[in-house]
């Protein structure tokens, strides 16, 4: 069964830098967005502006990098086979399509480049 995630100090610190500060909670099926501009994001997504419960600093790198939220969860991904392609450097983003929790987030089988450029 999947619970709440209770957000509140909750935090990344590899490659995006944002702490969770509100105590919020986020339930199954449930979206949490965190952006770099809340004003470019609006703009683009305003369907999504609700979802929005934050805004990180920093910039993940195009080739890869160990996301980490601290201490929920780690991911590591690539920019490299067998990894998307698709999502490399052209506005595409990847979307994870194995939405069961106990899957490992980390196998690239996971995921899949987005069907839209901007995600």
Partial sequence: MIKLIHLLGLSFATGLTFTFTVDQFVEPGQQAVLVHN?????????????HVVGTFTGKLRDSGENLKLTPLASLRYSDSNPWPITAEG?????????????????????WR???????
């Fill in 90 to 110: 052209d506005g595409y983003s990847l979307e994870r399509v194995d939405q069961d929790p106990n899957s490992d987030a980390n196998l690239p089988i996971h």
């Fill in 113 to 119: 480049g987005s069907t839209q450029i901007g995600g």
């Fill in 38 to 50: 809340a004003e470019a994001f609006a703009l683009r997504y305003p369907q999504q502006t609700a």
